[in-house]
């Protein structure tokens, strides 16, 4: 290995060893389905998060096992990251039975009730408002759990934004919002689709904590986070946070990418959030060559396995249909 001058960081090893694998599996799994998508294995939209993955890694290891997570439809690498086992992912995009959400809902709808990641949302914003309602559940029911809701940039024109902040504010719930302002909403750059370029400032109106925060940089992204968590654990209330970042990769499998140069690709990808943390294992020979290559080694075997186990659950049978459609439940004050 090449020498590179040591780097002092407030962080352990063992955390940047963490956050190393766990972005690695995100981004090699997003890769994965990218090629099994193209091989038409994949059916329907498919929404990749390769780039982005520095926000997933510094908010989970910022939060703890009972906080709640929300987002939207880009949503493969959230339940990742918390810990849910890939194959459970890559099995529901393939609408098998055996996937996370039986086969039902596909890439847009991943949920994990075990890793309380309620879910990704097809509905541009509509998970803002449930964010704010799941944290409502969580004050109501007097725990110091949080919410992160995650929203892509496209998502804040939406008038339920406004309406979730300011019950947020005025209620002071423990919840987190987060905008993953990768530029383009689809592909309409934020710059033509409002005045205010700057999303933070969209939470002053509510005197709502605000903040633009480096999406490209896990430490960044943890510390941000770990400051809101803080207040909301308080029973301070919100925090917005506008994470810029960057995606390597279209809007979806179908965007042709017409609306933004290969360079400016290019530039970006010069801020890989995983070779940051790289440099910084290797700066303080936290990890070598070998180190390296098992970690690579680990996360294919898991890819794969992914894939052979998608590949070999069975499909949902027919009466499925009908299944989950209604919850049972029980209300004492209601008398026949």
Avoid at 70 to 83: E, F, Q, V
Avoid at 99 to 125: A, D, L, Q, R, T
Wanted: charged share 25%; glycine share 8%; aromatic share 10%.
């Amino acid at each position: 290995m090449a020498k590179t001058a040591e780097k002092k960081t407030k962080f352990s090893k063992e955390q940047y060893l963490k956050w190393y694998e766990s972005m690695l599996l995100m981004r090699k799994f997003e890769e994965k389905t990218g090629q099994v998508y193209v091989q038409q294995k994949i059916k329907g939209f498919c929404h990749l998060y390769i780039g982005q993955e520095a926000i997933v890694a510094g908010t989970v290891s910022a939060t703890k096992k009972d906080d709640k997570h929300i987002t939207a439809y880009r949503d493969h690498a959230h339940p990742i990251g918390l810990g849910m086992h890939p194959k459970y992912v890559m099995a529901e995009m393939y609408a098998k039975i055996t996937g996370c959400s039986k086969g039902k809902g596909g890439s847009m709808h991943i949920f994990s009730k075990e890793h309380n990641f309620v879910g990704g949302h097809g509905i541009v914003g509509g998970q803002i408002p449930l964010g704010a309602g799941i944290a409502f559940a969580e004050k109501y029911n007097g725990t110091d759990n949080v919410c992160v809701c995650s929203m892509g940039d496209g998502a804040v024109r939406q008038g339920a934004l406004h309406e979730a902040f300011n019950m947020a504010m005025t209620w002071k719930l423990p919840v987190i919002f987060v905008v993953e302002n990768n530029r383009y909403a689809m592909g309409t750059s934020v710059e033509r689709t409002s005045n205010v370029h700057d999303l933070w400032k969209l939470g002053l109106a509510y005197d709502m904590p605000s903040k633009p925060v480096d999406g490209l940089t896990v430490e960044a992204v943890h510390e941000a986070m770990e400051e809101a968590v803080a207040r909301a654990r308080r029973g301070d209330g919100p925090t917005f946070l506008e994470m810029k970042t960057y995606r390597y990769k279209g809007h979806s499998m179908s965007d042709a990418q017409t609306y933004r140069t290969k360079d400016e690709v290019k530039e970006y990808q010069t801020q890989d959030a995983i070779e940051k943390v790289l440099i910084t294992l290797k700066a303080n020979k936290w990890i070598d060559d070998a180190g390296i290559e098992e970690v690579e080694a680990r996360v294919k075997a898991l890819v794969d396995e992914s894939v052979k186990f998608a590949e070999e659950s069975p499909y949902p049978e027919p009466e499925e249909l009908y299944k989950d459609v209604y919850a049972e439940a029980d209300y004492p004050y209601i008398h026949e």
